[in-house]
Protein backbone atom coordinates (compact mmCIF):
# COMPACT_ATOMS: atom_id res chain seq x y z
CA UNK A 1 0.00 0.00 0.00
CA UNK A 2 0.94 3.27 -0.66
CA UNK A 3 1.67 5.36 2.44
CA UNK A 4 2.16 9.09 2.63
CA UNK A 5 3.62 8.44 6.29
CA UNK A 6 6.79 7.05 5.14
CA UNK A 7 8.73 7.74 7.91
CA UNK A 8 7.53 6.46 11.70
CA UNK A 9 9.95 6.09 14.65
CA UNK A 10 8.69 5.42 18.19
CA UNK A 11 9.85 8.45 20.33
CA UNK A 12 8.65 8.12 24.44
CA UNK A 13 5.77 7.27 26.27
CA UNK A 14 5.41 9.84 29.18
CA UNK A 15 2.24 11.33 31.31
CA UNK A 16 2.21 14.69 28.80
CA UNK A 17 3.64 16.48 26.52
CA UNK A 18 6.60 18.83 27.96
CA UNK A 19 10.08 20.45 26.72
CA UNK A 20 12.11 17.29 25.86
CA UNK A 21 9.81 17.15 22.70
CA UNK A 22 10.63 19.45 19.92
CA UNK A 23 7.73 22.22 18.76
CA UNK A 24 6.26 19.81 15.67
CA UNK A 25 2.82 19.58 15.89
CA UNK A 26 0.76 17.10 17.68
CA UNK A 27 -2.17 14.91 16.48
CA UNK A 28 -3.93 13.00 19.48
CA UNK A 29 -5.20 9.27 18.86
CA UNK A 30 -8.65 8.85 21.28
CA UNK A 31 -11.12 6.39 21.85
CA UNK A 32 -12.59 3.40 24.20
CA UNK A 33 -10.08 0.74 24.94
CA UNK A 34 -10.53 -1.57 22.18
CA UNK A 35 -11.60 0.18 19.34
CA UNK A 36 -8.58 -0.14 17.25
CA UNK A 37 -6.69 3.21 17.76
CA UNK A 38 -3.03 1.41 17.92
CA UNK A 39 -4.15 -0.90 14.97
CA UNK A 40 -4.89 2.69 13.13
CA UNK A 41 -1.34 3.96 13.77
CA UNK A 42 0.02 0.83 11.83
CA UNK A 43 -2.22 0.72 9.50
CA UNK A 44 -1.60 4.35 8.60
CA UNK A 45 2.23 3.97 8.74
CA UNK A 46 1.96 0.88 6.92
CA UNK A 47 3.82 -1.16 10.23
CA UNK A 48 2.59 -4.45 11.86
CA UNK A 49 4.30 -3.45 15.38
CA UNK A 50 4.63 0.04 15.52
CA UNK A 51 2.20 0.61 18.03
CA UNK A 52 1.38 -2.12 20.11
CA UNK A 53 -2.26 -4.15 19.71
CA UNK A 54 -2.84 -4.95 23.25
CA UNK A 55 -3.34 -8.31 24.54
CA UNK A 56 -3.56 -6.66 27.83
CA UNK A 57 -5.86 -3.36 27.03
CA UNK A 58 -6.04 -0.42 29.51
CA UNK A 59 -3.08 -1.48 31.14
CA UNK A 60 -0.43 1.64 30.75
CA UNK A 61 -1.49 4.70 31.31
CA UNK A 62 1.24 6.88 29.29
CA UNK A 63 1.05 8.82 25.97
CA UNK A 64 2.88 7.08 23.35
CA UNK A 65 4.63 9.74 20.83
CA UNK A 66 5.51 8.68 17.43
CA UNK A 67 7.49 10.94 15.22
CA UNK A 68 6.27 10.84 11.57
CA UNK A 69 7.93 12.48 8.71
CA UNK A 70 10.20 14.20 10.69
CA UNK A 71 7.06 16.77 10.55
CA UNK A 72 4.67 15.99 13.57
CA UNK A 73 3.76 13.37 16.72
CA UNK A 74 1.13 10.91 16.04
CA UNK A 75 0.15 10.42 19.86
CA UNK A 76 -1.45 6.64 20.74
CA UNK A 77 -3.42 6.93 24.25
CA UNK A 78 -4.71 3.78 25.94
CA UNK A 79 -8.32 3.55 25.43
CA UNK A 80 -10.80 5.28 28.17
CA UNK A 81 -13.76 2.79 29.53
CA UNK A 82 -11.63 -0.02 30.20
CA UNK A 83 -13.74 -1.76 32.65
CA UNK A 84 -10.96 -3.60 34.34
CA UNK A 85 -9.23 -0.28 34.90
CA UNK A 86 -10.01 0.61 38.68
CA UNK A 87 -11.95 3.94 39.03
CA UNK A 88 -8.66 5.36 40.77
CA UNK A 89 -6.52 4.79 37.26
CA UNK A 90 -9.41 5.62 35.58
CA UNK A 91 -9.62 8.97 37.01
CA UNK A 92 -6.31 9.71 36.41
CA UNK A 93 -5.58 9.02 33.26
CA UNK A 94 -9.28 11.21 32.41
CA UNK A 95 -7.04 13.56 34.34
CA UNK A 96 -3.48 13.17 32.59
CA UNK A 97 -5.94 13.67 28.93
CA UNK A 98 -7.73 16.88 30.64
CA UNK A 99 -4.04 18.31 32.08
CA UNK A 100 -2.61 17.41 28.18
CA UNK A 101 -5.96 18.61 26.40
CA UNK A 102 -6.23 22.33 28.69
CA UNK A 103 -2.60 23.05 29.15
CA UNK A 104 -0.88 24.75 26.10
CA UNK A 105 0.42 22.18 23.20
CA UNK A 106 0.84 21.60 19.56
CA UNK A 107 -2.07 19.89 18.79
CA UNK A 108 -3.57 20.17 15.36
CA UNK A 109 -5.77 17.60 15.73
CA UNK A 110 -7.89 15.17 17.63
CA UNK A 111 -8.74 12.16 15.84
CA UNK A 112 -11.55 10.03 17.90
CA UNK A 113 -12.10 6.69 16.84
CA UNK A 114 -15.69 4.74 17.23
CA UNK A 115 -16.29 1.50 16.21
CA UNK A 116 -18.24 1.33 13.13
CA UNK A 117 -19.79 -1.89 14.00
CA UNK A 118 -20.90 -0.79 17.39
CA UNK A 119 -21.36 2.55 16.93
CA UNK A 120 -20.91 5.53 19.27
CA UNK A 121 -21.13 4.33 23.02
CA UNK A 122 -22.63 6.91 25.29
CA UNK A 123 -19.01 7.68 26.47
CA UNK A 124 -17.89 8.40 22.78
CA UNK A 125 -21.09 10.74 22.26
CA UNK A 126 -19.76 12.60 26.35
CA UNK A 127 -15.79 12.47 25.12
CA UNK A 128 -17.01 14.18 20.98
CA UNK A 129 -18.92 16.51 23.56
CA UNK A 130 -16.13 17.36 25.96
CA UNK A 131 -13.94 17.87 22.96
CA UNK A 132 -15.95 20.34 20.89
CA UNK A 133 -16.62 22.18 24.48
CA UNK A 134 -12.70 22.73 24.79
CA UNK A 135 -12.75 23.87 21.02
CA UNK A 136 -10.32 21.01 19.53
CA UNK A 137 -10.73 20.60 15.97
CA UNK A 138 -11.92 16.60 16.03
CA UNK A 139 -11.98 14.59 13.44
CA UNK A 140 -14.05 11.22 13.72
CA UNK A 141 -13.10 7.96 12.28
CA UNK A 142 -15.15 5.02 12.36
CA UNK A 143 -13.28 2.05 12.74
CA UNK A 144 -13.22 -1.77 11.56
CA UNK A 145 -15.64 -0.66 8.62
CA UNK A 146 -14.97 -4.90 7.52
CA UNK A 147 -17.57 -5.85 9.94
CA UNK A 148 -20.02 -4.73 8.13
CA UNK A 149 -21.29 -6.57 4.87
CA UNK A 150 -20.55 -3.76 2.15
CA UNK A 151 -24.18 -3.77 0.70
CA UNK A 152 -25.37 -2.49 4.36
CA UNK A 153 -22.24 -0.07 5.17
CA UNK A 154 -24.08 3.04 3.66
CA UNK A 155 -27.11 2.69 6.00
CA UNK A 156 -25.21 1.62 8.99
CA UNK A 157 -22.71 4.78 8.53
CA UNK A 158 -25.69 7.00 8.15
CA UNK A 159 -27.23 5.83 11.48
CA UNK A 160 -23.40 6.26 13.24
CA UNK A 161 -23.52 9.84 11.81
CA UNK A 162 -26.57 11.09 13.07
CA UNK A 163 -25.84 9.63 16.86
CA UNK A 164 -22.78 11.95 16.38
CA UNK A 165 -24.70 15.00 15.39
CA UNK A 166 -23.27 15.09 11.79
CA UNK A 167 -19.18 15.66 12.74
CA UNK A 168 -17.97 18.45 10.17
CA UNK A 169 -15.07 15.75 10.10
CA UNK A 170 -15.87 12.15 9.42
CA UNK A 171 -14.26 9.08 8.06
CA UNK A 172 -15.00 5.53 8.03
CA UNK A 173 -12.10 3.02 7.50
CA UNK A 174 -10.64 -0.23 7.88
CA UNK A 175 -7.20 -1.01 9.61
CA UNK A 176 -7.77 -4.56 8.10
CA UNK A 177 -8.31 -3.66 4.16
CA UNK A 178 -7.38 -0.69 4.81
CA UNK A 179 -9.97 1.41 3.26
CA UNK A 180 -10.06 5.09 3.72
CA UNK A 181 -6.55 4.77 5.41
CA UNK A 182 -4.29 7.09 2.18
CA UNK A 183 -7.74 9.64 2.75
CA UNK A 184 -6.75 9.99 6.53
CA UNK A 185 -3.30 11.08 6.16
CA UNK A 186 -4.25 13.46 3.38
CA UNK A 187 -6.99 14.89 5.83
CA UNK A 188 -4.21 14.47 8.59
CA UNK A 189 -1.21 16.04 6.47
CA UNK A 190 -4.00 18.87 5.29
CA UNK A 191 -4.64 19.92 9.12
CA UNK A 192 -0.75 19.76 9.77
CA UNK A 193 0.12 21.77 7.17
CA UNK A 194 -2.70 24.36 7.83
CA UNK A 195 -3.18 27.28 10.15
CA UNK A 196 -2.20 27.09 14.24
CA UNK A 197 -5.33 25.63 16.52
CA UNK A 198 -4.46 25.48 20.00
CA UNK A 199 -1.64 27.84 21.04
N1 LIG B 1 -11.78 -6.45 11.78
C1 LIG B 1 -11.05 -5.43 12.26
N2 LIG B 1 -10.41 -5.58 13.45
C2 LIG B 1 -9.67 -4.54 13.92
C3 LIG B 1 -9.57 -3.30 13.20
N3 LIG B 1 -8.80 -2.47 13.94
C4 LIG B 1 -8.41 -3.14 15.04
N4 LIG B 1 -8.94 -4.39 15.05
C5 LIG B 1 -8.77 -5.41 16.13
O1 LIG B 1 -9.31 -4.89 17.35
C6 LIG B 1 -8.52 -5.29 18.49
C7 LIG B 1 -8.07 -4.07 19.30
O2 LIG B 1 -7.17 -3.31 18.52
P1 LIG B 1 -6.13 -2.28 19.17
O3 LIG B 1 -5.49 -1.60 18.03
O4 LIG B 1 -5.28 -2.94 20.18
O5 LIG B 1 -7.14 -1.29 19.93
P2 LIG B 1 -6.76 -0.05 20.88
O6 LIG B 1 -7.80 0.97 20.69
O7 LIG B 1 -5.35 0.36 20.63
O8 LIG B 1 -6.90 -0.71 22.33
P3 LIG B 1 -6.30 -0.12 23.74
O9 LIG B 1 -4.85 0.19 23.52
O10 LIG B 1 -6.55 -1.20 24.72
O11 LIG B 1 -7.09 1.10 24.08
C8 LIG B 1 -7.38 -6.11 17.93
O12 LIG B 1 -7.72 -7.47 18.03
C9 LIG B 1 -7.28 -5.68 16.48
O13 LIG B 1 -6.74 -6.67 15.64
C10 LIG B 1 -10.28 -3.18 11.93
O14 LIG B 1 -10.26 -2.15 11.24
N5 LIG B 1 -10.99 -4.28 11.53
MG1 LIG C 1 -3.71 0.57 21.95
Known amino acids: MDTLFKEATYIISQPGTNETLNELPQILLMGRSNVGKSSFLNAMTNRKN ?32 YAQRSQTRQDEFIHMLERYLTQPNHLKLVCLLVDFK ?52 WLSVSNVTKENIFETQELILSKIEGGSQNG
Open 118 to 169: VGPTALDIETYAFLKSLHVEVLVIATKKDKIPKTKQFNHEKKIKQKLNHPPL
Open 50 to 81: LARVSKTPGKTLYLNFFLINQQFYLIDTPGYG
